[in-house]
């Protein structure tokens, strides 16, 4: 089944703007629901839009780059108005009501939701929400299919010269060795043509040292204003990988690799394996050192870091992967930290690619998802939460005495608490 579809029929309207050429009728799928559905005042209701498609092609034409590849780069706070303005729909509006859509990619995803508004202006109310994940480039050939024929149908009344066309030629003329550019560009939130000759610069440099996985990695966390800053903590860490230990990740690779499965989730990836890996190694899930144990089995080594940038939060470490070792480079200055960030490296170490590196990064997208989401689990286990909690809650005391016990952060209990059901009280 398409989990996202966008649906047109023309409508004939006297006139020879682009405005009168492009109406139609407009219906958004989203999952199997369709959110174009609208009840008036009156209380009628109608299940299409009758507007000018030609405003929505435009948007998606001048966002066509952010709109496929720029993440979230933190699951931290609200999305600012300049993120909104390159992922949702409303941006697209121009005085004709559209239901609130979101297209934010997640990795090999992008993650659509809609969600209930009242167009106050226009007396609507569009009143279904729906939310899928279908695979980026299953968005990507229904956004080139819808803004195409919006295209061909100004064409056909003879309206050429549009901002539309001038921006989707843009992209067409996109050359196969240019477009590895644009995805950096549209990762950073970036139109590629509005990106400085020191930015374009630095990607260039960054792609010959790092190579395309890494860079995108960068890419993905990292706002366009703050990336050369990242960049150096990037660097940093890919010269410093090679004079860790390396750490034994044999007994990983004698269990399954964890698959991902875009219908559910990324989290639940991430726990799983952790429960896998606790189980196979003999690891009780309440057994408060249970991550120290799996540390040790493994020879990886939380006591150091490597050159810390105190403002680069979103870069926490590096792993890289040969055969049956890894080398982990923890950045950040606090044990509880690099504990966590040693956490999330077995996990990427186990999902990677033989002779891969990779950036640990606070980016959402699912890996960088899983890897959290594995982390937690491993280093603050929810059956042992459970077990400490009395009828479901815990006091903000117990959460702080159970930090220092699990030798993690009390921000990671706390989430890891909440996240599964408990409750956390002040007293």
Same mark, same amino acid.
């Given at each position: 089944m398409t989990e996202f579809q966008i649906s047109r029929t023309w409508r004939p309207k006297k006139g020879a703007s682009e405005l009168d050429a492009?109406?139609?009728?407009?219906?958004?799928?989203?999952?199997?629901?369709?959110?174009?559905?609208?009840?008036?005042?009156?209380?009628?209701?109608?299940?299409?839009?009758e507007i000018p498609a030609y405003f929505l092609a435009e948007w998606i034409a001048e966002n066509w780059w952010p709109l496929l590849w720029e993440p979230r780069k933190s699951e931290e706070g609200t999305d600012d108005a300049e993120f909104v303005?390159?992922?949702s729909i409303l941006a697209a509006q121009h005085g004709f009501a559209l239901p609130r859509i979101m297209f934010v990619p997640t990795g090999r995803t992008i993650h659509i939701t809609a969600t209930a508004r009242d167009a106050a202006f226009a007396d609507v109310r569009f009143r279904n929400a729906s939310q899928a994940s279908p695979l980026g480039e299953e968005v990507e050939k229904e956004l080139r299919a819808?803004?195409?024929?919006?295209?061909?149908?100004?064409?056909?009344?003879?309206?050429?010269?549009?901002?539309?066309?001038?921006?989707?030629?843009?992209?067409?003329?996109? &050359?196969?060795?240019? @477009?590895?550019?644009?995805?950096? %560009?549209? !990762?950073?939130? =970036?139109?590629?043509?509005? #990106?400085?000759?020191?930015?374009?610069?630095?990607?260039?440099?960054?792609?010959?040292r790092l190579g395309e996985?890494?860079?995108?990695?960068?890419?993905?966390?990292?706002? &366009?204003?703050?990336? @050369?800053a990242i960049?150096?903590? %990037?660097? !940093?860490?890919? =010269?410093?990988?090679?004079? #860790?230990?390396?750490?034994?990740?044999?007994?990983?690779?004698?269990?399954?690799?964890?698959?991902?499965?875009?219908?559910?989730?990324?989290?639940?990836?991430?726990?799983? &394996?952790?429960?896998?890996?606790?189980?196979?190694?003999?690891?009780?899930?309440?057994?408060?050192?249970?991550?120290?144990?799996?540390?040790?089995?493994?020879?990886?080594?939380?006591?150091?870091?490597?050159?810390?940038?105190?403002?680069?939060?979103?870069?926490?470490?590096a792993v890289a992967r040969s055969d049956?070792?890894?080398?982990?480079?923890?950045?950040?200055?606090?044990?509880?930290?690099?504990?966590?960030?040693?956490?999330?490296?077995?996990?990427?170490?186990?999902?990677?690619?033989q002779h891969e590196m990779r950036f640990l990064t606070s980016a959402v997208t699912r890996d960088q998802q899983a890897s959290r989401a594995f982390a937690a689990e491993l280093t603050a286990p929810y059956a042992l939460l459970r077990k400490r909690s009395k009828h479901s809650l815990l006091t903000q005391d117990q959460v702080f005495d159970l930090a220092a016990e699990l030798q993690i952060g009390a921000d990671v209990v706390s989430k890891q608490a909440l996240n599964n059901g408990l409750q956390v009280t002040a007293s």
């Open positions: 492009t109406m139609a009728e407009i219906r958004f799928l989203v999952g199997d629901r369709n959110v174009s559905e609208f009840v008036e005042d009156a209380g009628h209701v109608c299940d299409h839009l303005s390159r992922h819808f803004v195409g024929a919006v295209c061909s149908r100004l064409d056909q009344s003879h309206v050429h010269g549009t901002g539309l066309h001038e921006a989707w030629q843009s992209v067409l003329d996109v &050359a196969p060795d240019e @477009e590895l550019f644009c995805r950096f %560009a549209g !990762a950073l939130g =970036l139109d590629p043509h509005d #990106v400085s000759d020191t930015t374009a610069a630095l990607l260039d440099r960054l792609l010959e996985r890494l860079l995108m990695d960068l890419c993905l966390v990292a706002p &366009a204003t703050s990336f @050369e960049a150096g903590a %990037a660097e !940093a860490a890919f =010269l410093g990988i090679n004079t #860790v230990d390396a750490a034994d990740i044999q007994p990983l690779l004698q269990m399954p690799t964890p698959s991902d499965n875009f219908a559910v989730p990324a989290w639940r990836r991430g726990v799983q &394996a952790a429960k896998r890996l606790r189980s196979k190694m003999g690891v009780e899930e309440t057994d408060s050192s249970g991550a120290s144990r799996v540390f040790e089995r493994l020879g990886l080594h939380t006591d150091r870091y490597g050159e810390h940038f105190a403002n680069e939060v979103s870069l926490t470490g049956d070792e890894a080398r982990v480079a923890l950045l950040q200055p606090m044990l509880t930290q690099r504990r966590f960030a040693a956490a999330r490296a077995i996990f990427t170490a186990w999902t990677s690619d």
